[in-house]
């Protein structure tokens, strides 16, 4: 099977502007969770997709959100850049069934905001 | 709210010797799940280990084993014949039990060399 795929890898944008991440879950998987990891703060979670639902949400401002489509790929959007917002976005599927399963994460998208 | 604490930022090791990883957490809950993960420098997270909370036993993975105190809530990481392709930073990890939670609070990481 193929792992869970990101894209783009590498993000340049200005402050101000809005951006949109897309990850691609390992094939039957209908959960996906996106993490922002910042050296200051860590790995945080932003949210979870499961059935084209939020299901879990972190503690971050409205201007990020997301969804996910009728065959589990998801997206996450940014609007209004600040220049904390650079980080490596991670997302990481599952099958969304519960338990001890394991998330499986993608590469992730490097984004940096000028 | 859970926490997770890693108190070792850097940690090193020996090519064939045996290091531990320290993690702590905080939960009121008695149903969750812990996990170690490791990332290289290609920044893509790979799960080493996990641990359900109802189970006394604790997990092993090849050289990688934990040592869970449920009590104390400690969760630390023993890596046996450190390899070279071991050095990466480790992630402690908690998620709470039940069907709907896929949230992980993760600690701050422990960045681990291997010296050959």
């Known amino acids: 099977k193929a792992g869970v795929t990101q894209t783009p890898r590498y993000l340049i944008k200005t402050r101000g502007q809005q951006v949109t991440l897309s990850c691609s879950p390992i094939?039957?998987?209908?959960?996906v969770s996106w993490y922002q990891q910042t050296p200051g703060q860590g790995l945080q979670f932003l949210f979870e997709?499961?059935?084209?639902?939020?299901?879990n949400k972190g503690n971050f401002p409205g201007r990020f959100s997301g969804r996910q489509f009728s065959n589990s790929r998801s997206e996450m959007n940014v609007s209004t850049l600040e220049l904390g917002d650079s980080a490596l976005y991670l997302c990481?599927?599952?099958?969304?069934?519960?338990?001890?399963?394991?998330?499986?994460f993608g590469p992730g998208t490097r984004l940096l905001v000028l | 709210a859970q926490t997770v604490t890693q108190s070792q930022p850097e940690m090193s090791v020996q090519e064939a010797e045996t290091v531990t990883l320290s993690c702590t957490y905080d939960?009121?809950?008695?149903?969750?799940?812990l996990f170690w993960y490791k990332q290289p420098p290609s920044r893509q997270m790979i799960l080493v280990i996990r641990?359900?909370?109802?189970?006394?036993q604790n997990a092993t993975e090849n050289r990688f084993s934990v040592n869970f105190q449920k009590a104390a809530k400690s969760f630390s990481l023993k890596i046996s014949d450190s390899q070279l392709g071991d050095a990466a930073m480790y992630f402690c990890?908690?998620?709470?039990?039940?069907?709907?939670?896929?949230?992980?609070?993760f600690g701050k990481g422990t960045l681990l060399t291997v010296n050959p």
């Open positions: 094939s039957g998987h209908r959960s």
């Open positions: 990481a599927s599952s099958t969304g069934t519960g338990g001890k399963e394991t998330q499986y």
């Open positions: 997709y499961f059935s084209e639902t939020q299901r």
């Open positions: 939960t009121s809950e008695s149903d969750y799940y």
């Open positions: 990890a908690y998620r709470l039990g039940g069907g709907s939670n896929y949230k992980l609070t």
């Open positions: 641990q359900e909370a109802y189970k006394q």
